[in-house]
């Protein structure tokens, strides 16, 4: 994950400048009970860097469970984030706040963003019933734009990035297209793919059109389908 970071002292503190933060230094700042909020404009792969760290927090560990919300659902159905999380898990919410104080829980909170101005006021006090519930446990928090910032004291803020060469490169080897090296090529030597493919929700697509057999298109509607 190519990304900024900066840390929150207080939920309200200014920004400082940001620094580089890997996937897997993020991971571990999670494990150890940290806080971090994922910033990034659409299709940069916040949900997936969000999924992926939940996958990642319980195949490492035999204990912890990671509890994803997509915030854009709970805003349909408001409620307290583990009220929310226990309808959606079949499980009752004494069930989960009984795991949470056994500090097993990571709260992972994705796409801030949705909540509405009448809602966010119930969101952030929702959150704060989080942070009391688990007290050094890890919560990760995604969202667009620093304007709908979720308020987490002690969070690292991580700016995704456009992916860099080396990134995408990466991205399409580890994809186990057969010819990833001819995708490759392609991209670079089309400007407008280039471009494009910058965003790994864009190279995640193309990918899947050359695995289909089709031919690459140029524009983000026709790749998108």
């Known amino acids: 994950m190519a990304a900024k970071d900066t840390e929150d002292r207080k939920p309200d503190d200014a920004e400082q400048e940001p620094s580089s933060t890997s996937f897997d230094e993020l991971l571990t700042r999670l494990q150890d009970g940290g806080r971090a909020i994922v910033l990034g404009a659409p299709g940069l792969g916040k949900t997936a860097c969000l999924v992926a760290l939940a996958e990642r927090v319980m195949s490492e560990s035999d204990s912890a469970v990671a509890v994803f919300v997509p915030i854009g659902d709970w805003t349909a159905e408001p409620q307290s984030f583990s009220g929310f999380a226990a309808s959606e898990l079949q ?18 909170l994705d796409g ?11 969101a952030e006090a929702h959150l704060r019933a989080l942070e009391r519930r688990s007290p050094g446990r890890a ?23 456009p992916l860099s060469d080396a990134d995408r490169r990466k991205f399409v080897r580890m994809s186990g297209l057969p010819g990833s090296a001819d995708l490759i090529r392609e991209i670079e030597s089309r ?7 910058r965003t790994p929700l864009f190279l995640a697509a ?7 057999g089709a031919k690459l298109p140029s524009t983000q509607f026709e790749v998108l389908g």
């Not at 667009?144 to 979720?150: F, I, K, L, V």
């Not at 193309?206 to 289909?212: E, L, P, Q």
């Open 191 to 197: 400007p407008e793919l280039d471009d494009l493919t």
């Open 206 to 212: 193309a990918i899947a059109i050359v695995r289909s």
């Open 112 to 122: 801030w963003n949705e909540i509405g101005a009448a809602q966010l006021p119930s």
């Open 91 to 108: 499980v009752t919410e004494a069930e989960l706040n009984a795991l949470a104080d056994a500090g097993r829980l990571t709260w992972v």
């Open 139 to 161: 919560i990760v928090a995604s969202t667009r734009g620093r304007g709908a910032m979720p308020r987490l004291a002690g969070s690292r803020r991580l700016e995704m990035r």
